[in-house]
């Protein structure tokens, strides 16, 4: 009798992480509460960790003195909470090295910035919400300039996101689906129909258009390299208020041939 494939063999197989063996809950709660800090906020207390991660506060106080002992939080005793450790930048920093994709994509993101007087981002999902790699932003207006590697936006009322949603296989794709319907809750079936309309721009034209904060519109496509890693790319630009969708070409001309220039770029890099 043929004995089961291996857990890695199935993960070449199928280009998804497959193991058999259980997690460890302890970790993942732990890294929860790593998930919880944000850009713009300093130092988090139990209190604001339990709400954010969504445990109870006796297990936040036990995390929280592993991962203070562990290096990965340090407690401020002036303002009483904690901030991450410098463990976590070394982490970062060692994360944006490995990332050859980010690196032979930027100088053409950065060539269309400048040479557009737009905004040019690329970013890879993490739970329910997108986290920009790279963000060059050169709009005209100086709109939102907020937007640095490491930002996090939401994915279901974002056209990075949903470009995200659209380049993911169909199974991965229900299981995120299903996610964000809970998550969403009662608000889910209005959210669910501008991301369906999404799904289906990206199918017919390969792009998807969301105007999530006023007064900037967000054109994005999925993109995926050769080796098979996802990532979604945006270009976004200030627009008047009575802009349509028609209104956009321009813009999806440059994200569409910016897209085609870097997944050649990729294949030529053998990524």
Not at 12 to 24: E, K, L, M, Q
Not at 79 to 89: E, F, K, P, W
Request: aromatic share 6%; glycine share 8%; proline share 4%.
């Amino acid at each position: 009798m043929a004995s089961e494939p291996s857990t890695r063999s199935r993960t070449r197989a199928s280009g998804s992480f497959v193991r058999s063996t259980p997690g460890s809950h302890s970790l993942e709660r732990g890294l929860a509460l790593l998930r919880a800090f944000r850009l713009g906020g300093r130092t988090l207390g139990n209190a604001e960790l339990a709400e954010r991660s969504g445990l109870p506060r006796p297990t936040v106080s036990r995390l929280t003195r592993s991962l203070v002992e562990a290096g990965f939080l340090a407690y401020d005793h002036q303002q009483q909470g904690y901030r991450l450790g410098a463990v976590c930048l070394t982490l970062a920093l060692v994360f944006r090295a490995s990332e050859r994709a980010l690196e032979v994509a930027l100088p053409l993101m950065r060539s269309l910035a400048e040479g557009r007087r737009v905004n040019v981002g690329l970013a890879m999902a993490d739970q329910l919400e997108m986290v920009y790699l790279d963000s060059v932003r050169l709009s005209r207006l100086g709109m939102f300039r907020r937007i640095v590697p490491g930002s996090r936006i939401p994915i279901a009322s974002t056209a990075l996101g949903c470009a995200f949603l659209a380049g993911l296989g169909a199974a991965d794709r229900k299981a995120l689906l299903a996610r964000l319907r809970q998550a969403h809750g009662s608000g889910w079936p209005a959210q669910q129909r501008s991301v369906d309309a999404a799904l289906a721009c990206v199918r017919a034209q390969g792009f998807c258009r969301a105007q999530w904060q006023a007064g900037m519109v967000s054109v994005a496509a999925p993109l995926r390299t050769p080796g098979g890693d996802l990532y979604a790319l945006n270009v976004s630009f200030p627009v008047p208020a009575a802009s349509t969708q028609e209104d956009d070409g321009n813009h999806v001309d440059l994200l569409l041939r910016l897209a085609a220039d870097i997944q050649a770029a990729w294949a030529a890099a053998d990524l």
